[in-house]
């Protein structure tokens, strides 16, 4: 399967937006998840005879500081135009969208990986609305919930620029990011707030690019991962195969781990665009536009130059840190109570994140950040070692408590004493003649093994810089 490798993947994504207003984009109806079916929904948002909308100016505000957020050009007019298709979901037979004078264009964001910095473009944002729901049961069959008719969206639409689902994933986490921080939705993926359409396509280096596939409603890290990865197989191994790859939807399914057809793939004339002879176009002013650019807060990027340059950490570490919000107050919080804060963000990255659930939506940190921050504190003081770092930090996840009261009482202080920790080392040769042996025939791990055996004599404690040292010392008089 080493033909695999001879093949790029080409990805672009649609992220769709759930806008965090109280109503709809064009009623009065309350946008509230989770209430019983149809009982938020009117006459307008189900289509019904002579009904007229009313677009919702915050709906407009809230996709314009998106496009500000991403670098996007606002345009000064645009409209709304009736997307045509038939589905048991979408009671007017239409959806309410924008087709070529979108609110935002030809933007970017910037993505961290282990490659590096990658700009990623961003085609178009656009407002529309959600359709209906559809639900299954065996008993009643397919019913029809239309409280999501009508809830505003915006689409935010990728250029074609990712190349591995790693940055597919990086690409959606630092949107939701962007989103995230300028409070225009709560982005809950397990609530559809944020959802993902991936279209990918596969070609030989070199060569022109291949026919798209669309999977569609991806609403998790995990998913949007396994989703490409799959998908990148299967269709080289067609391609390798001599089959033909069609320009079609595809489902995702997680339990199976693998992609389904779903229908045809619809091209823009399918749809029948025109313009929604009831609603007015959409005018900008620069005024408008500047006002809503001087309410968004300090965005992603602009934290992680911050932290860059004030605590010296890497652009990598800095990504992880800022992805997340409530991550990034919490650092930020503990960081002003420690004189030590990449050691913070360090323990943060490589042993917090570990303990948290993964793809979760809403972060709870259950440490008090003075208390992650003293943990940060005595290990940069030499009062604690890594391990007992470690130790400590899993202790108070469990059951917040005072980490400088738990060594104390525990007598968990890291030993530094050179004569002591010579005693444990002088012991532990003695204990080991094999293992000297070895390290003197050249087997260096047989140091390893030593040192393992001294640690677990000093319970964890012992400084492992300084036996290093001693033992290194020892052995090689030896």
Not at 25 to 36: D, K, L, R, W, Y
Not at 394 to 403: A, G, L, S, V
């Amino acid at each position: 399967m080493n033909f695999i490798k001879d093949y790029e993947i080409v990805c672009g994504l649609e992220v769709h937006v759930e806008l965090a207003t109280k109503t709809k984009i064009f009623c009065s109806c309350p946008t509230t998840f989770g209430a019983e079916p149809n009982t938020q929904c009117c006459p307008v948002c189900t289509g019904m005879p002579g009904t007229l909308p009313v677009l919702n100016r915050q709906v407009v505000d809230y996709a314009i500081k998106a496009g500000l957020a991403t670098n996007c050009t606002i345009a000064k007019y645009s409209k709304e135009d009736r997307k045509n298709y038939f589905y048991p979901d979408l009671p007017k037979a239409y959806q309410i969208s924008q087709y070529d004078l979108p609110l935002c264009e030809h933007g970017w964001l910037e993505i961290e990986t282990d490659k590096g910095t990658k700009k990623i473009g961003i085609t178009r944002i656009h407002i529309e609305e959600d359709a209906g729901k559809l639900i299954h049961d065996d008993e009643h069959g397919t019913m029809i919930d239309c409280n999501r008719c009508g809830v505003p969206l915006i689409e935010i639409v990728s250029e074609p620029d990712i190349r591995t689902a790693e940055e597919a994933v990086a690409y959606v986490k630092k949107l939701r990011a962007i989103i995230m921080y300028t409070g225009i939705s709560d982005c809950k993926m397990n609530e559809g707030s944020l959802r993902c359409d991936v279209n990918l396509s596969v070609h030989k280096k070199g060569e022109p690019f291949g026919t798209r596939t669309e999977m569609k409603n991806i609403n998790s890290f995990t998913f949007i991962q396994k989703a490409i990865e799959y998908e990148y197989k299967r269709q080289v191994e067609a391609i390798e195969a001599g089959e033909t790859i069609v320009q079609e939807t595809r489902r995702y399914d997680s339990a199976a781990n693998k992609t389904f057809s779903m229908r045809k793939k619809e091209d823009a004339n399918d749809y029948r665009y025109f313009p929604d002879p009831d609603l007015p176009p959409i005018i900008m002013t620069d005024k408008a536009i500047d006002e809503l650019n001087r309410s968004i807060p300090q965005l992603p990027d602009s934290r992680k130059a911050d932290y860059i340059e004030k605590y010296g950490l890497s652009a990598h570490d800095a990504e992880m840190l800022i992805n997340q919000k409530p991550i990034a107050d919490y650092f930020e919080a503990a960081a002003r109570l420690t004189e030590y804060p990449k050691l913070l963000a360090n323990m943060m990255i490589s042993e917090l994140f570990a303990l948290l659930p993964p793809d979760s939506d809403e972060v709870k940190i259950p440490i008090d950040g003075a208390h992650m921050a003293a943990i940060a504190t005595m290990s940069g003081e030499g009062t604690i070692n890594s391990s007992t770092a470690k130790k400590l930090l899993r202790t108070i996840y469990e059951q917040d408590d005072d980490p400088v009261r738990i060594v104390k009482e525990q007598n968990l202080a890291q030993i530094s004493d050179p004569v002591i920790l010579q005693q444990y080392v002088d012991e532990a040769i003695a204990a080991d003649p094999k293992s000297v042996a070895a390290y003197k025939a050249g087997k260096t791990a047989a140091a390893k093994a030593i040192m393992g055996k001294i640690m677990a004599k000093t319970g964890g404690k012992g400084n492992p810089v300084k036996l290093d040292e001693l033992l290194t010392a020892a052995l090689n008089k030896q």
